[in-house]
């Protein structure tokens, strides 16, 4: 078993700034892809950004410019910056890391973070 912990989440005013963190533990043999999702009320769980253990970054469209995505593999830990943010930003971010294990391919989520964002 791979345990994701988030922090960093918090009420903000729009334009303002946040730094998510996650960090894995547990059995990892090899961690991939590690990104961030999120989702809003009422909405289902969306991709925001995946990085993959070489540093290779992919957003969705609509974070581009604003949100930065990073990972400290020494450390089995992935990071989310987000600027200028909005009051659609708002939503429960989790944290995603795919293991490479003994048995194969696996997929870990974290509890998640709540950002709220105030006009």
């Known amino acids: 078993q791979v345990h994701l912990v988030e922090s960093g989440g918090g009420l903000v005013q729009a334009g303002g700034s946040l730094r998510l963190s996650c960090a894995a533990s547990?059995?990892?043999?090899?961690?991939?892809?590690m990104g961030w999702y999120r989702q809003a009320p009422g909405k289902q769980r969306d991709l925001v950004a995946l990085v993959t253990s070489g540093g290779t970054t992919n957003y969705v469209d609509s974070v581009k410019g604003r949100f930065t995505i990073s990972r400290d593999n020494a450390k089995n830990t992935v990071y989310l910056t987000i600027n200028s943010l909005k009051p659609e930003d708002t939503a429960v971010y989790f944290c995603y890391a795919n293991n490479w294990g003994p048995t194969g391919s696996s997929d870990y989520w974290g509890q998640g973070t709540q950002v709220t964002v105030s006009s």
């Open positions: 547990g059995s990892i043999f090899r961690l991939n892809d």
